[in-house]
């Protein structure tokens, strides 16, 4: 590492404003100064990765550590590109308080803070240079919804949905599986970020899909297997009028490989669409959606006119799994009688690549379908090959997201509210846990460097054995009764939807 010139370390004895946490045991020095010290051009290698990010004013402090831990102090100093100041030590990582972290923030919207940090060991200290923490002028909404789960193949382990907010590092429980013991609680949606209209699963001996929305009504809880369908709801996504919901309804074959680079196969035998009508209490359907080949994944346009989803081939499993490739496909709605188009529009054609698309996921603002690319199949998240694409729905054209994508696998994207951030699930930390990372998109469909759901510690995800699945962001606290719900899942009742 190249030193580039010498300086000293000098602090301010009786001018020293500062104090220690004892929770984090950091001290605070606002006339802390480094005057002596060795001036490195590198910068320094941190985890998590926050240099160069573009994050919300409202952000939960970006802690992290340096990569190396052998070292006895490290001083960070940061500086707002248009006002603050304020510098810390740690003998540990790095916790910024939540306080001074939110004011330097809220002052420099727009612009960026410059965080420049100084390490001692073995007595001397280096100063890194700087790096730079943008501050996007565009709000993020409330918070996040996901799935938490223990990786695993056959055995539902504890599982839940819960909450966090994105401005500070409050997470809770909406429900466990624990309050029904053998369920499986997965596939929650909300209605454009708006969890006044939700809709979640469990499977389960006590299963049953939960909904809230349409009409004025209350949580109630369906039962969407019929003796004809494929099975139970799932893979939902909100119509914007919340009088609709798609689902897909799937036949599913878990395969498990020998080769010691994959580890399991999640595989289509049979899928269908349908559209479940709220105010009605029924399910719409087409032949169309419905035929001998896969149908899965939809998505409602942001106008509710056009209706977005995978389809494939029909393929002999297990056999020829690896020929089953989904291509991107839209089909008209009506959302005033509930009446599908009578053609199918291909938008991708991936089989033609030799690809597969899966999980496609419109922006708000009508712009944009951001989607994963796959070599085949539609379960992205065992495919270490699997990087998200994004297709611009003004002239068709679709681009890597080089900005976002890593040699793991990227997968369960979302958008927020204003179109204006993504979250997605990546397994780029260690393979196989699937974590959370924000990222920003502005107006003109630039995409900045992603940044991983900050926690309290450094260190959360190496010691957690959770991994996040479906990450959404929600406008608002989700109002959602674990007790009801579960004497519900207990309770002999279903709703059953008309006609079935």
Not at 90 to 96: D, G, I, L, P, T
Not at 178 to 198: E, F, K, L, R
Not at 217 to 227: E, F, M, Q, Y
Not at 416 to 431: A, C, E, Y
Request: glycine letters at 8%; aromatic letters at 12%.
């Amino acid at each position: 590492m190249k030193r580039i010139k010498k300086c000293s370390f000098l602090l301010y004895g009786l001018l020293v404003v500062g104090f220690f946490n004892a929770c984090t045991g950091l001290r605070t020095d606002r006339e802390l100064r480094i005057v002596d010290c060795e001036l490195l051009s590198a910068r320094p290698l941190i985890f998590p990765d926050y240099t160069d990010v573009t994050v919300p004013s409202t952000i939960a402090p970006l802690n992290f550590r340096l990569a190396n831990r052998n070292y006895e102090m490290v001083h960070v100093n940061v500086k707002g590109g248009k006002s603050g100041e304020f510098s810390l030590q740690s003998a540990s990582e790095v916790r910024f308080h939540d306080k001074e972290w939110k004011k330097i923030l809220g002052e420099n919207v727009g612009d960026k803070i410059e965080l420049t940090l100084s390490v001692k060991s073995g007595g001397r200290w280096e100063q890194y240079s700087s790096f730079p923490i943008y501050i996007s002028s565009y709000p993020i909404d409330y918070g996040l919804t996901y799935r938490l789960v223990v990786p695993g193949y056959e055995v539902y382990s504890k599982m839940g949905i819960y909450e966090r907010e994105l401005s500070n590092f409050r997470e809770r429980a909406l429900i466990e599986n624990t309050v029904v013991p053998g369920s499986c609680i997965n596939c929650h949606a909300y209605n454009q970020c708006n969890p006044d209209n939700m809709s979640l699963h469990v499977r389960g001996v006590h299963g049953g899909t939960f909904l809230r929305g349409g009409s004025g009504k209350g949580l109630v809880l369906l039962d969407t297997k019929a003796p004809e369908s494929l099975s139970s709801f799932v893979y939902p996504y909100w119509h914007p009028s919340g009088r609709f919901v798609a689902y897909s309804v799937n036949k599913t074959l878990q395969m498990f490989h020998a080769a010691k680079d994959k580890l399991i196969e999640v595989l289509d035998l049979a899928s269908d669409i349908v559209v479940y009508d709220v105010r009605e209490n029924k399910s719409l359907s087409s032949s169309l959606l419905s035929s001998s080949d896969f149908e899965t994944f939809p998505s409602f346009s942001p106008d509710g006119r056009s209706l977005y989803f995978c389809r494939a081939s029909s393929q002999s499993v297990p056999e020829n799994y690896k020929q089953i490739r989904y291509n991107l496909c839209r089909i008209d709605f009506d959302p005033e009688s509930g009446v599908f188009g009578q053609h199918i529009d291909t938008l991708i054609n991936a089989d033609a690549l030799g690809k597969s698309i899966s999980f496609p996921r419109p922006s708000f603002d009508g712009r944009y379908i951001i989607y994963t690319l796959l070599d085949y199949g539609n379960f992205g998240i065992w495919h270490q090959e699997a990087d998200l694409y994004l297709l611009n729905l003004s002239d068709g054209s679709m681009r890597e997201l080089c900005e976002i994508n890593s040699p793991a696998a990227e997968s369960y994207h979302n958008w927020s509210s204003n179109s204006r951030w993504l979250v997605f699930g990546s397994r780029r930390i260690d393979g196989l846990y699937t974590h959370p990372y924000i990222v920003s998109v502005d107006e003109d469909g630039h995409v900045g460097k992603p940044f991983l759901l900050p926690q309290p510690s450094a260190d959360f995800y190496e010691d957690s054995f959770y991994s996040y699945n479906i990450p959404e962001f929600v406008t608002k606290p989700v109002s959602f009764d674990a007790n009801e719900a579960a004497n519900m899942l207990m309770a002999p009742g279903r709703m059953r939807i008309n006609g079935k």
